[in-house]
Every structure is written in structure tokens, then in C-alpha cells.
């Protein structure tokens, strides 16, 4: 494991938001998810240090997607799709929600989608935190480096990494993991990733009123929000949306003022009072293809590895993914999950993967 900075400060898992939903319209979405959050719950016993379990704060709750009378069908499509795969979603009309969710204004919606379970948040630092420690248990090499490129022979097979500190790591298979990064170093192999980093910001606030089973709310506007311990995340919709620098963590504070918070005003007038104690920004690696994880073999490069593209669903999708590439090194193909789908081929083929459900 190749990692220049083991602090992991700018890296998309530790500025991510970690809810974990049911609530796509792609069939590996949903499958991915499944897993990942029977691997949450699984997690504290399975990831334990002696007594010392891994508490990830995992609380499981539900996605509230929200629809005006304009998006009530798109909506109604996408509950009717997830209940074809078993995902155990409700549509609630009008009068319901209000019932159901007395805090929040109904007034401008025709209805909206909660689950009964399988959804929820947690701490993403701490799975990381609790990976990496399994890892160093199990002897696996940390090296404080980062890849600049790699030696390939003449039929393109990766035959080493090349190390910035001047090393070289042979390898019978390589992954490229490296988020927002990961373009240019699938470039040095001569792989074109449409993988690009954009930013997304995320606001702390307080607020005084209380807001009882408060679930993660997706706004028709699109933007979120969901509860954190005594306090709320929320994350305003991205609009224009461009490409950033991956250097580039500068949180756009009055995108609070002018955007976040006459949207939350609105949809929760408890929120007029709310007070931001804290924000940050961090990046979707974020694949401008079809917004979808390219993950597996590179067709014509079969020991170089993807895992990337995950377009803000990344680190509920991590438990899953590991497997798979686990297994497929190990086994030379996928057994707990069929990752194919997500195979870079589909990039090449031009037949997107589409998901409806991205935020
Ligand atoms: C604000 C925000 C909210 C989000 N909310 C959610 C959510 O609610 N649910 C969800 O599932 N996902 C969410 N995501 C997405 C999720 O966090 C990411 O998809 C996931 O964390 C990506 O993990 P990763 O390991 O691929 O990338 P990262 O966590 O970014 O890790 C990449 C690592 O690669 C390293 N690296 C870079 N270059 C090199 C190199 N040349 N050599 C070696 N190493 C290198 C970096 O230092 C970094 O540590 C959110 C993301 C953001 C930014």
C-alpha cells in the first residue's frame, strides 16, 4: 500500500459525509450497499483489536427523498424500480409525510421515499482507521510514498511501480485507488479516465428546535442534510459544477448563506435559527462518463486494477469493492459480488451505466 500521505487530511474518506443508502436505481448500487452495511454491522466485532472493539458509529436510519408535484413520476419510477430489486421503500403521500415528519413543510410536495431499514451513517474516518490497524495486524506494507508511474512490458503488462522517492515495487498486480488522482496515474499506464475532482462542501450547524427521527433528507433542490450527533451536516446541490484542482480545499462559505440556508429555512422552519459552527470542502472523484465506479481489470492490461470513479457513493461501495479485487487477485474472479458491471470496458464500449440517484 502506497500512500503519500498516511494523515490521509485531503483524502475523499476522511471529508466524506459516510451515510450509506438503498435508494439507487442500478442493481451492483444496491448490491454494493447491502453489503457494505452488513459489513458496518459486522464491523466492530470483526475489525476488534483484542477486547478493544472497532466502534464506526454506525446509526441506522433512512433517506428521505423529497418530490414537488413536477418530480412526483420521476420519483414514483425510481421507488417502483428499487422495489423490484427488494429494497423495502415506501412512497408516502403529502399527508403522510407530514404526519410522519411533523417538523418538516409539506407544503410544496406531492410526496416522498423513505426505507424501513438498510440505510443509516457512520463514522468514515473510523473504518479507515479500523481497516488500516487490520491491515498492519495481518503484516500488510505501508509506504509512506507515492506512485509516479509505472514499467510495463511490450504486451502493456504492469511489471512495477514506479515510487517517487526514487524506488520501484514489482508487482504481479497493480490497483489504482487514488481518488481524485487517479486519472493521472491511469494516464502514466496509458488508460484514459474520465475521472475528475469535484468540489463538494459540507456545513456544521446547531439548531435550538428539535427535529424527532430526523432521517438524511434529499430536497427536491438538491441539497441534503441529515443529523450528526446534536448537531447537522448539510451539503448545498452543486450548481455550475466544475472541474477543481485536487489541491483546491477552499470552502466556499457564502454558498451557505446565499444557497444552503434559504433552502433549509424553507423546507424545516425550525432551521431559520440554525447557527454553522464549522465547514469544509472535499472531492467526488467523479466520473463525468455515467457517475459510476470503474472498478476491475483494464481490458488489454489484465493485472492493472480500477477502483475509482466513485462519484460521491464511494465509501459505502468500499467494503464491497475490497472484496471483490480481494477475490479476484486471489481468485482470479469475483464471488461474493459480480463486479462486472462496473468493468472500465463499458467506457470504452460507450454503454454507460446510469444512475439516476446521484448527489
Ligand atoms: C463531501 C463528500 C461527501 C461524501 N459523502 C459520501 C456519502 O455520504 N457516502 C458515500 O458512500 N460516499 C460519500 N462520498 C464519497 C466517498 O467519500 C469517496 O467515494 C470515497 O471516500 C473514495 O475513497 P478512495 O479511497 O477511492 O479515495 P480517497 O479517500 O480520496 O483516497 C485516495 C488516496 O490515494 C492517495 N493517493 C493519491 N495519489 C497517489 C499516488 N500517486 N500514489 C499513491 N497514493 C496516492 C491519496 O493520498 C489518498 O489517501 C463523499 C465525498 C465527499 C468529498
Known sequence: MVEPDPSYREAAS????SSIRLQFSTPINITLSTFGLRFLREAPRR?????????LGLVESSYLYLATPQGRAALERQTAIQQSLSVPVRLHEREALAVRYPWLNTAD???????????????????LAALRAANLRSRVEYRRDRVIGFEQSADRQIAAARLHEGGRIACRFAVIAAGTRSRELAAHAGVDLPVFARKRNVFVFTCPVSTPRCPLVIDPSGLWFRPEGDRFLCGPPADPDPDVSPD????????????????????????????????WAGHYDYNTFDQNAFVGPVPGIANLLLASGFSGHGLQQAPGIGRGLAEYICFGEYRSIDLTALSYARFLENTPLRELNVI
Not at 476522511?14 to 459525509?17: G, K
Not at 406531492?110 to 473504518?127: I, K, N, Q, R, V
Open 109 to 127: 410536495l406531492a410526496a416522498g421515499a423513505d426505507t424501513l431499514s438498510g440505510e443509516g451513517w457512520f463514522d468514515g474516518y473510523a473504518l
Open 47 to 55: 475489525l476488534r483489536h483484542g477486547a478493544e472493539a472497532a466502534e
Open 14 to 17: 476522511t471529508r466524506s459525509a
Open 248 to 279: 483546491d480545499f477552499e470552502v466556499d462559505h457564502a454558498a451557505f448563506e446565499n444557497i444552503a440556508w434559504p433552502i433549509l429555512a424553507h423546507r424545516v422552519p425550525a432551521f431559520e435559527s440554525v447557527r454553522v459552527s464549522s465547514a
